[in-house]
């Protein structure tokens, strides 16, 4: 069991038999009573995400999870083909379950999948990625000014903002989390 002064973001929980994750939380004390904790959780089930707001000191479950090293086959449709890399057992998943997370997945690519009752839910993937970028709007000889960006997309398929002397080619360096652009490598 888990007490609400564990929580922390990325935190797996279960409330009333469904798995939830923490996206953000916030102590708080209001002006009589006891300290309140404000989450912002979202269904890991159907990606839904909720408010709910727990006093403190509050108990909830740990939910039965496991994660599982594996390796990013292929997609097939709307579903992500995974092989397990012990077994070499084959799972799919629904891609809409890894909150857009699968735009970042390379054919191959090692990953860690979260099961829920042995059913694959969610997909753990490094904070950034170098990937290259596949197209984009060339930029003129001089476009140096800062903070111009322009659309590129990368080998996954994804597209992010990038400055605008990024050519088609060059490997970037992207947040995984925010879809950020961090740096040429």
Known sequence: MYSTTDFRKGLKIEIEGIPFEIIEFQHFKPGKGGAM????????????????????????????METRDMQFLYREGEQ???????????????????????GFLKDAQECRVLLYNGKPLDIDIPVSLVLEVTDTEPGAKGDTVSNVTKPAKLETGITIQVPIFVNIGDRVKVDTRTKEYLGRE
């Open 37 to 64: 904790v404000r989450t912002k959780l979202r269904n890991i089930l159907n990606g839904r995400v909720q408010d709910k707001t727990f006093r403190s000191g509050e108990k909830v479950e740990k939910p039965d």
């Open 80 to 102: 992500l083909v995974f092989m397990d890399m012990t077994t070499y057992e084959q799972l799919h998943m629904e891609e809409e379950s890894t909150g857009g997370k699968a």
